[in-house]
């Protein structure tokens, strides 16, 4: 099983810029995708980026997308959460996942992911 933490979160203004960090341990070779999740107090968890491993095929929520970029460094099995132009809709707990299990889905179909990490916490007030 691979093992997933997240870091990087905070309270940042409207229009600011954070970077999330996952960092990836155990079996780091099992995973097929790569995700970021969300999910706001009284709400359900939503998908914010799912990224395909070994074919740099990525897929954004219309909520996020030209705003939020994921990223990774291969040597440190690490995936990155670039998020820029932050609103206060944006505030959530943002979560980390991976897809271990083979499938024919693309990695944006969210309901794959299947490992998570612990979550970080991001407010963004206005």
């Known amino acids: 099983q691979v093992q997933l933490v997240e870091s990087g979160g905070g309270s940042v203004q409207a229009g600011g810029s954070l970077r999330l960090s996952c960092v990836a341990s155990g079996d780091t070779y099992s995973r097929k995708c790569m995700g970021w999740f969300r999910q706001a107090p009284g709400k359900e968890r939503e998908g914010v980026v799912g990224?395909?491993?070994?074919?740099?095929?990525?897929y954004y929520a219309d909520s996020v997308k030209g705003r939020f970029f994921i990223s990774q460094d291969n040597a440190k099995n690490t995936v990155y959460l670039q998020m820029n132009s932050l609103k206060p809709e944006d505030t959530a707990m943002y979560y980390c996942?991976?897809?271990?299990?083979?499938?024919?889905?693309?990695?944006?179909?969210?309901?794959?992911?299947?490992?998570w990490g612990q979550g970080t916490q991001v407010t963004v007030s206005s």
């Open positions: 996942a991976a897809v271990t299990a083979w499938s024919l889905r693309l990695c944006g179909d969210f309901g794959l992911y299947s490992v």
């Open positions: 990224y395909s491993i070994g074919r740099s095929i990525t």
